[in-house]
């Protein structure tokens, strides 16, 4: 495990009068799972993130469809159909990244019930 250690974040006022705190901040890519672990915290984050690259490439693809087909050049026309199948492509990537994602999160509070009920 990577450490690093960092001062708190007191602001200017106050850094004089108090001594400096250390902390330990992991580096692990994946925190421990478990009750207290945030490893599916990051997971859903990650997901997130790559639904938006997705959705602001899908934005820039509809508005180059929306240029060429208002430009009524015939070569523009004919790209559009190679630009709309790729925003047909990356729809089917988004749903597939929600579905993961209501997957994950089904499974995280499943195992939270499981791990709250007695033996």
């Known amino acids: 495990m990577t450490t690093r250690d960092s001062s708190s974040g007191l602001d200017s006022s106050s850094m004089d009068d108090q001594p400096s705190t250390k902390r ?15 490893a599916w915290v990051d997971n859903f984050n990650r997901s ?10 899908n934005r820039a693809l509809i508005q180059q469809v929306n240029d060429n ?3 009524r050049i015939p070569a523009n026309m004919v790209k559009n159909v190679a630009l709309i199948q790729e925003i047909n492509g990356n729809i089917s990537k988004v749903v597939s990244l ?18 709250d009920k007695p033996n």
């Open 48 to 57: 997130f993130r790559q639904v938006q690259a997705v959705l602001d490439r």
């Open 69 to 71: 087909h208002q430009s």
């Open 98 to 115: 929600y579905s993961d994602l209501s997957s994950d999160f089904s499974s995280v509070f499943r195992n939270k019930d499981g791990d």
């Open 24 to 38: 330990t901040v992991s580096l692990d890519p994946e925190p421990e799972p478990g009750p207290s672990g945030e």
